[in-house]
């Protein structure tokens, strides 16, 4: 892998580990944002997606969609079909989840499932792709 390429993945796991730090802070809080924790977990995700995407050196769609971003890496990464419902879950709280005119707002075992999905994917994605 080249240089540039290697630097461009690296800034989007860097970027999906900070969400992953938001979302701890926000766990340790005496008042936990669950929504903020959500919506966290999805651009993690996202990040980790798209730093995928590059390592395939396809083009990044500019979408929070994390269903379409998975359909660029199946080929490469398809054990994430395994978790694809529990993706397309979280990939509503892209939008959702920061705006007071949705009607669902994440219980604290949402934003559980969700920290541990995106962990649990950072952790497949740095297993395939070593940088």
């Known amino acids: 892998m080249n240089e540039n390429k290697a630097i461009i993945i690296k800034k989007w796991f860097n970027k999906g580990n900070n969400d992953l730090r938001n979302i701890e802070n926000n766990?340790?809080?005496?008042v936990i944002p669950t929504d903020t924790v959500c919506f966290h977990a999805q651009q993690s995700i996202e990040k980790y997606f798209k730093g995928v995407i590059v390592?395939?050196?396809k083009e990044?769609?500019?979408?929070?969609?994390?269903?379409?971003?998975?359909?660029?890496?199946?080929?490469f990464m398809p054990e994430l079909l395994l978790m694809e419902e529990d993706?397309?879950?979280?990939?509503?709280?892209?939008?959702?989840?920061?705006?007071?005119?949705?009607?669902?707002?994440?219980?604290i075992?949402?934003?559980?499932?969700?920290?541990?999905?995106?962990?649990k994917i950072k952790e497949m994605v740095l297993n395939?792709?070593?940088i």
């Open 87 to 107: 993706i397309e879950k979280i990939s509503e709280f892209a939008v959702e989840s920061r705006y007071p005119d949705s009607f669902y707002e994440p219980v």
């Open 60 to 75: 990044i769609s500019k979408t929070h969609d994390l269903v379409k971003l998975l359909s660029d890496i199946t080929d």
């Open 27 to 30: 766990l340790n809080s005496e």
């Open 109 to 119: 075992a949402d934003a559980q499932e969700a920290y541990a999905l995106a962990v």
């Open 55 to 57: 390592y395939l050196e």
């Open 128 to 130: 395939k792709i070593k």
